[in-house]
Protein backbone atom coordinates (compact mmCIF):
# COMPACT_ATOMS: atom_id res chain seq x y z
CA UNK A 1 0.00 0.00 0.00
CA UNK A 2 1.26 3.83 -0.81
CA UNK A 3 2.17 5.34 2.62
CA UNK A 4 3.89 8.64 3.05
CA UNK A 5 6.27 9.21 6.29
CA UNK A 6 7.40 12.08 8.06
CA UNK A 7 9.43 12.89 10.62
CA UNK A 8 9.91 14.25 13.79
CA UNK A 9 6.23 14.45 14.41
CA UNK A 10 7.75 18.09 16.73
CA UNK A 11 10.83 19.29 16.95
CA UNK A 12 12.51 22.09 19.16
CA UNK A 13 15.05 24.21 17.87
CA UNK A 14 17.29 27.29 18.76
CA UNK A 15 17.86 29.84 16.52
CA UNK A 16 20.86 29.83 14.12
CA UNK A 17 20.81 25.91 14.49
CA UNK A 18 20.32 23.85 11.51
CA UNK A 19 17.64 21.88 10.29
CA UNK A 20 17.00 18.69 8.82
CA UNK A 21 13.12 17.26 8.04
CA UNK A 22 12.53 13.77 6.52
CA UNK A 23 10.35 12.96 3.74
CA UNK A 24 9.83 8.94 2.66
CA UNK A 25 7.25 8.25 0.33
CA UNK A 26 6.30 3.92 0.16
CA UNK A 27 4.40 1.67 -2.42
CA UNK A 28 4.57 4.11 -5.44
CA UNK A 29 7.36 5.38 -7.71
CA UNK A 30 8.19 8.37 -9.33
CA UNK A 31 5.99 10.65 -7.11
CA UNK A 32 5.62 14.36 -7.61
CA UNK A 33 6.68 15.65 -4.40
CA UNK A 34 5.98 19.04 -2.12
CA UNK A 35 6.55 20.72 0.77
CA UNK A 36 4.26 23.47 2.18
CA UNK A 37 4.70 25.35 5.70
CA UNK A 38 1.37 26.39 7.30
CA UNK A 39 1.36 29.15 9.98
CA UNK A 40 -1.19 28.48 13.12
CA UNK A 41 -4.60 29.18 11.66
CA UNK A 42 -3.34 29.64 8.56
CA UNK A 43 -3.20 28.24 4.15
CA UNK A 44 -0.39 26.46 3.49
CA UNK A 45 2.30 28.03 1.32
CA UNK A 46 3.81 26.20 -0.92
CA UNK A 47 7.91 25.89 -0.25
CA UNK A 48 9.00 23.48 -2.56
CA UNK A 49 7.84 20.96 -5.24
CA UNK A 50 9.76 17.98 -7.35
CA UNK A 51 9.43 15.79 -10.34
CA UNK A 52 12.33 13.91 -9.96
CA UNK A 53 15.65 13.36 -8.47
CA UNK A 54 17.46 16.26 -8.14
CA UNK A 55 14.86 18.62 -9.46
CA UNK A 56 13.75 20.97 -7.35
CA UNK A 57 11.98 24.25 -7.88
CA UNK A 58 11.58 26.92 -4.99
CA UNK A 59 8.75 29.06 -4.70
CA UNK A 60 9.56 31.37 -1.33
CA UNK A 61 12.93 33.07 -1.38
CA UNK A 62 14.24 31.83 2.12
CA UNK A 63 16.89 29.84 4.29
CA UNK A 64 15.45 27.19 3.51
CA UNK A 65 16.36 24.28 1.05
CA UNK A 66 15.28 21.30 -0.14
CA UNK A 67 16.98 18.13 -2.15
CA UNK A 68 15.64 14.73 -3.73
CA UNK A 69 18.73 12.54 -3.10
CA UNK A 70 16.17 8.92 -4.23
CA UNK A 71 13.14 8.62 -6.22
CA UNK A 72 10.77 8.68 -2.64
CA UNK A 73 12.96 10.98 -0.24
CA UNK A 74 12.35 14.40 0.03
CA UNK A 75 14.34 16.50 2.61
CA UNK A 76 13.97 19.78 3.86
CA UNK A 77 17.08 21.64 5.18
CA UNK A 78 18.69 25.01 6.62
CA UNK A 79 21.81 25.80 7.93
CA UNK A 80 20.66 28.61 10.19
CA UNK A 81 17.08 28.79 11.53
CA UNK A 82 15.15 31.96 11.90
CA UNK A 83 12.25 32.48 14.60
CA UNK A 84 10.17 32.75 11.38
CA UNK A 85 10.70 29.41 10.21
CA UNK A 86 7.75 28.17 13.21
CA UNK A 87 5.34 26.59 12.13
CA UNK A 88 3.94 23.46 10.62
CA UNK A 89 5.67 21.53 7.65
CA UNK A 90 3.64 19.20 6.19
CA UNK A 91 5.14 16.97 2.92
CA UNK A 92 2.61 15.80 0.40
CA UNK A 93 2.96 13.91 -2.79
CA UNK A 94 1.14 12.89 -5.56
CA UNK A 95 1.64 10.68 -8.89
CA UNK A 96 -1.95 11.87 -10.62
CA UNK A 97 -3.26 14.88 -11.14
CA UNK A 98 -6.57 14.01 -10.99
CA UNK A 99 -6.68 12.31 -7.57
CA UNK A 100 -5.23 14.57 -5.37
CA UNK A 101 -2.39 14.59 -2.83
CA UNK A 102 -1.63 12.71 -0.03
CA UNK A 103 -0.53 14.66 3.09
CA UNK A 104 2.36 13.14 5.45
CA UNK A 105 1.53 13.32 9.31
CA UNK A 106 3.51 17.05 9.10
CA UNK A 107 6.44 18.34 11.78
CA UNK A 108 5.91 20.94 14.32
CA UNK A 109 8.76 23.07 14.17
CA UNK A 110 9.30 25.69 16.87
CA UNK A 111 12.21 28.01 17.00
CA UNK A 112 13.22 29.42 20.16
CA UNK B 1 -2.13 36.37 -2.48
CA UNK B 2 -3.87 33.07 -2.38
CA UNK B 3 -5.56 31.46 -5.10
CA UNK B 4 -8.80 29.91 -3.18
CA UNK B 5 -10.55 32.27 -0.15
CA UNK B 6 -12.63 29.89 1.77
CA UNK B 7 -15.64 31.75 3.67
CA UNK B 8 -16.91 31.79 6.49
CA UNK B 9 -13.58 31.46 8.21
CA UNK B 10 -15.16 29.86 11.01
CA UNK B 11 -18.64 28.27 11.35
CA UNK B 12 -20.26 26.81 14.76
CA UNK B 13 -23.25 24.42 14.25
CA UNK B 14 -25.75 21.53 15.50
CA UNK B 15 -25.25 18.19 15.12
CA UNK B 16 -27.36 17.08 12.61
CA UNK B 17 -27.50 20.55 10.66
CA UNK B 18 -25.81 21.22 7.59
CA UNK B 19 -22.49 22.95 6.92
CA UNK B 20 -22.02 25.25 3.56
CA UNK B 21 -18.36 26.57 3.06
CA UNK B 22 -17.59 28.29 0.31
CA UNK B 23 -14.22 28.91 -2.06
CA UNK B 24 -13.49 31.91 -4.57
CA UNK B 25 -10.32 31.72 -7.08
CA UNK B 26 -8.89 34.12 -9.47
CA UNK B 27 -7.41 32.16 -12.23
CA UNK B 28 -8.69 29.26 -14.43
CA UNK B 29 -8.45 26.03 -13.36
CA UNK B 30 -8.23 22.39 -14.21
CA UNK B 31 -9.20 21.58 -11.28
CA UNK B 32 -10.67 22.37 -7.43
CA UNK B 33 -10.04 19.94 -4.52
CA UNK B 34 -11.48 20.14 -1.06
CA UNK B 35 -9.35 18.40 1.94
CA UNK B 36 -9.92 18.31 5.83
CA UNK B 37 -7.59 18.53 8.59
CA UNK B 38 -8.05 17.48 11.83
CA UNK B 39 -5.93 19.57 14.55
CA UNK B 40 -2.68 19.42 14.45
CA UNK B 41 -2.76 16.60 11.90
CA UNK B 42 -1.91 16.65 7.97
CA UNK B 43 -4.24 17.50 5.41
CA UNK B 44 -7.00 14.56 3.73
CA UNK B 45 -8.54 14.98 0.55
CA UNK B 46 -12.07 14.72 0.29
CA UNK B 47 -13.96 15.36 -3.06
CA UNK B 48 -11.81 16.89 -6.41
CA UNK B 49 -14.43 18.24 -8.67
CA UNK B 50 -13.09 19.13 -12.62
CA UNK B 51 -13.52 21.92 -14.00
CA UNK B 52 -16.28 20.54 -16.79
CA UNK B 53 -17.90 19.69 -13.69
CA UNK B 54 -20.90 21.52 -11.83
CA UNK B 55 -21.62 18.96 -9.03
CA UNK B 56 -20.53 15.89 -7.61
CA UNK B 57 -21.44 14.30 -4.58
CA UNK B 58 -19.66 11.83 -2.19
CA UNK B 59 -21.03 9.87 0.89
CA UNK B 60 -22.69 13.31 3.11
CA UNK B 61 -20.38 15.49 1.18
CA UNK B 62 -21.52 17.63 -1.86
CA UNK B 63 -19.20 20.12 -3.67
CA UNK B 64 -20.14 22.54 -6.90
CA UNK B 65 -18.44 24.25 -8.99
CA UNK B 66 -19.44 27.52 -11.43
CA UNK B 67 -16.52 28.40 -12.98
CA UNK B 68 -18.12 31.70 -14.73
CA UNK B 69 -17.84 33.05 -10.88
CA UNK B 70 -14.77 31.39 -10.04
CA UNK B 71 -16.67 29.60 -6.97
CA UNK B 72 -17.34 26.84 -5.77
CA UNK B 73 -18.80 25.37 -2.14
CA UNK B 74 -18.91 22.70 -0.21
CA UNK B 75 -21.91 21.16 1.63
CA UNK B 76 -21.60 18.53 4.74
CA UNK B 77 -24.89 16.87 5.08
CA UNK B 78 -26.10 15.62 8.48
CA UNK B 79 -23.21 17.06 10.10
CA UNK B 80 -21.63 15.12 12.94
CA UNK B 81 -19.73 16.14 16.02
CA UNK B 82 -16.57 14.11 14.14
CA UNK B 83 -16.44 16.86 11.38
CA UNK B 84 -15.36 19.55 13.46
CA UNK B 85 -11.92 20.17 11.75
CA UNK B 86 -10.58 22.81 9.31
CA UNK B 87 -11.94 22.78 5.39
CA UNK B 88 -9.29 23.98 2.54
CA UNK B 89 -9.95 24.51 -1.22
CA UNK B 90 -7.42 24.12 -3.35
CA UNK B 91 -6.72 24.50 -7.16
CA UNK B 92 -5.06 23.61 -10.03
CA UNK B 93 -4.27 25.20 -12.69
CA UNK B 94 -1.67 22.84 -14.37
CA UNK B 95 1.40 25.07 -13.48
CA UNK B 96 3.91 24.05 -10.37
CA UNK B 97 1.77 22.85 -7.24
CA UNK B 98 -1.79 23.19 -5.41
CA UNK B 99 -3.05 26.51 -4.24
CA UNK B 100 -4.39 26.24 -0.96
CA UNK B 101 -6.56 28.87 0.63
CA UNK B 102 -6.56 29.93 4.22
CA UNK B 103 -9.71 27.28 5.38
CA UNK B 104 -12.99 27.30 7.40
CA UNK B 105 -13.07 25.99 11.04
CA UNK B 106 -16.06 23.88 11.40
CA UNK B 107 -17.36 23.29 14.84
CA UNK B 108 -19.97 20.52 15.42
CA UNK B 109 -21.73 20.82 18.29
CA UNK B 110 -22.97 17.40 19.75
Known amino acids: SQTIHQWPATLVQPVGSPLSLECTVE??????LYWYRQAAGRGLQLLFY??????ISSEVPQNLSASRPQDRQFILSSKKLLLSDSGFYLC???????????FGSGTRLTVV | SQQGEEDPQALSIQEGENATMNCSYK?????LQWYRQNSGRGLVHLIL?????REKHSGRLRVTLDTSKKSSSLLITASRAADTASYFC??????????FGSGTRLQVQP
Open chain 2, 90 to 99: ATDTGRRALT
Open chain 1, 50 to 55: SVGIGQ
Open chain 1, 27 to 32: GTSNPN
Open chain 2, 49 to 53: IRSNE
Open chain 2, 27 to 31: TSINN
Open chain 1, 92 to 102: AWTTDANYGYT
